[in-house]
């Protein structure tokens, strides 16, 4: 079960956004796009962002409220639909990075660990039939008898699907692990 932080993210802004002089150049400064362009860059991000809190204080301590959208923070004047400020923000404070960290890495070794005890037990598995599917190929081989060979020729047909799904398997696991690993990258 996922929580969003802001589950009417996307819909805080509908009508006419204004984007102070400040918040202008910010944007500039941060994103590295031409002026005439920051106003429109800024109201399309902001009518994507989410809330975060309806009560923070501006770079002035007046009243505002703090919106974020792609590791961007924007600060939005209280009672009106109008951009202050705005500025990236890659780092966390160590009292929200720490205990997120952990968990973080928790994720990433229990994947790991779960992807080596699949992989092993897959390998083990792979080469117990490897070996069966060896002896039956042997058995066929020497057989004279038409009934045997159709007995050896079946069972190594339904080792050879047992394979091909323990390497189906294999590579869910490593498929699993991989989408982890993909999310971590938004909290680095």
């Known amino acids: ?9 996307g819909t805080h802004f509908i009508g006419k956004i204004f984007v102070t002089p400040h918040a202008l ?9 031409d002026r005439s362009r920051a ?5 399309d991000m902001l009518r994507k962002a989410a809330l975060i809190s309806e009560h923070v204080v501006d770079e002035d301590g007046k009243p505002a409220r703090m919106f974020a959208y792609r590791r961007t923070a924007f600060i939005v004047a209280l009672t009106e639909q109008t951009v202050l400020t705005l500025y990236p923000q890659h780092l966390a404070s160590e009292t929200i990075r720490n205990p997120i960290e952990r968990i973080i890495q928790r994720a990433v070794s229990a994947a790991e660990r779960k992807e080596k005890r699949e992989t092993k037990r897959i390998a083990v598995r792979k080469a117990e039939l490897s070996v069966e599917r060896a002896q039956l190929d042997l058995r066929r081989a020497k057989s004279e008898s038409e009934r045997v060979v159709a007995e050896m020729t079946a069972r190594i047909g339904l080792i050879d699907t047992e394979l091909a799904r323990l390497d189906r398997e294999l590579l869910d696991t490593q ?10 990258v938004a909290y680095v």
């Not at 150049?25 to 796009?33: Q, S």
């Not at 106003?39 to 109201?43: E, K, L, Q």
């Not at 498929?175 to 971590?184: L, P």
């Open 25 to 33: 150049d910010r944007a500039v400064e941060h994103f590295g796009i």
């Open 175 to 184: 498929r699993e692990k991989t989408a982890i690993m993909k999310s971590v």
């Open 39 to 43: 106003p429109m860059y800024v109201m």
């Open 1 to 9: 079960m996922s929580i969003a932080i802001d589950p009417q993210a």
